[in-house]
T-cell receptor, first 113, second 112 residues
Framework: DAGITQSPRHKVTETGTPVTLRCHQTENHRYMYWYRQDPGHGLRLIHYSYGVKDTDKGEVSDGYSVSRSKTEDFLLTLESATSSQTSVYFC????????????FGQGTRLTVV | SQQGEEDPQALSIQEGENATMNCSYKTSINNLQWYRQNSGRGLVHLILIRSNEREKHSGRLRVTLDTSKKSSSLLITASRAADTASYFCATRLTGGGNKLTFGTGTQLKVEL
């Protein structure tokens, strides 16, 4: 299995509080992604990174920010959590070439109450 | 709206039968990939087909790609109960900055 660790694996938080999810990789892959998975929507891209300090928005980026200060770590922050951000969050990594696969973490289940 | 849409949304078959899932997408792609997700787990890569390829095989999996119709199909032959999972197509868009965009998935149930 690719070396990807998401933390925490489960979290319950209150509306309005900040939350940070961490993705850590040991593969030295250039690209890192954050997705959310909700019933009926499949996986939707939140943000992705193509290098240290290089990030770009995905299709559902509102309410989320990211940071990548080291190759191995990609942080997803919910500045002020809302109930609509209750979801399962997945991190993924891939190498630099276009025709390569992505490897996924095991997911973080976030509940905002 | 999402780049990829799978069809059907759910599929139930008997063990030993073949399962076919389809994926349609909207814009020009570099490649199309299929992933599998077991309940409560992360996604696992199955197969990648490049835009200049029309068919690819891997074990019991057969993938086709028709770029003129912007569609792909995944065939699982001689299905097993262990194939029960959700299957997603994903596309890397041409000029998309290496974004990987997923469809909504097909839930496959293989019954004994």
């Amino acid at each position: 299995d690719a070396g990807i660790t998401q933390s925490p694996r489960h979290k319950v938080t209150e509306t309005g509080t900040p939350v940070t999810l961490r993705c850590h990789q040991t593969e030295n892959h250039r690209y890192m992604y954050w997705y959310r998975q909700d019933p009926g929507h499949g996986l939707r891209l939140i943000h992705y990174s193509y290098g240290v300090k290089d990030t770009d928005k995905g299709e559902v980026s509102d309410g989320y920010s990211v940071s990548r200060s080291k190759t191995e770590d990609f942080l997803l922050t919910l500045e002020s959590a809302t109930s609509s951000q209750t979801s399962v969050y997945f991190c993924a990594i891939s190498e630099s070439e276009v025709n390569t696969e992505a490897f996924f973490g095991q997911g973080t289940r976030l509940t905002v109450v | 709206s999402q780049q990829g849409e799978e069809d059907p949304q759910a599929l139930s078959i008997q063990e030993g039968e073949n399962a076919t899932m389809n994926c349609s997408y909207k814009t020009s792609i570099n490649n199309l990939q299929w992933y599998r997700q077991n309940s409560g787990r992360g996604l696992v890569h199955l197969i990648l087909i490049r835009s200049n390829e029309r068919e690819k095989h891997s074990g019991r999996l057969r993938v086709t790609l028709d770029t003129s119709k912007k569609s792909s199909s995944l065939l699982i032959t001689a299905s097993r109960a262990a194939d029960t999972a959700s299957y997603f197509c994903a596309t890397r868009l041409t000029g998309g900055g290496n974004k990987l965009t997923f469809g909504t998935g097909t839930q496959l149930k293989v019954e004994l």
